[in-house]
């Protein structure tokens, strides 16, 4: 090699190494403020809803003798079913499944909810008949005010089996 070719391969080789080094600066920071602001957003605190949205989230499910003992009626807008059960108790139940969370349809024919991913099934009342789903089906809080039904669909109640106090009767007339 010249004498020449030398002296521009010196002057080139710092300059791209400098320049390498200040792009991998410019990365690490970048991925550094990404990282500060996931971190962020993670840790500060959720809103609250506003009042409006509550109301959203209470579903007037109907009078109660629009619903006939032993059946089922599904609310797609609150995600869950109503069941009224034998001896004319309610129960809101979810429609998810306890296992993976798919969505249970409700058979007929077989008097059970059935998960199509899985397989697990539930009677009305919620309770696991087939595994792999390891518990009943959530429920939601149900007030009945002046004969009409109301589901407070907020936030599920989780539950391991059913249990009769769960169950909620309309107030019987004098």
Known sequence: MSKHANEIESQTAPNRRSFLNILWLILGGVALAEFVAVAFAFLRPR??????????????????????PNSITAFVRGKFYLARLEDGGFLALSRTCTHLGCSVPWVEKEMKFACPCHGSAFDINGNVIDAPAPRALDIYPITIENDIIKVDTREPIKRSTFRV???VYPKKRA
């Open 47 to 68: 809103k609250l809803k506003a009042r409006g949205e509550d109301a959203d989230s209470i579903i007037t499910a109907g009078a109660v003798e629009r619903f006939a």
């Open 165 to 167: 106090e769960q169950v």
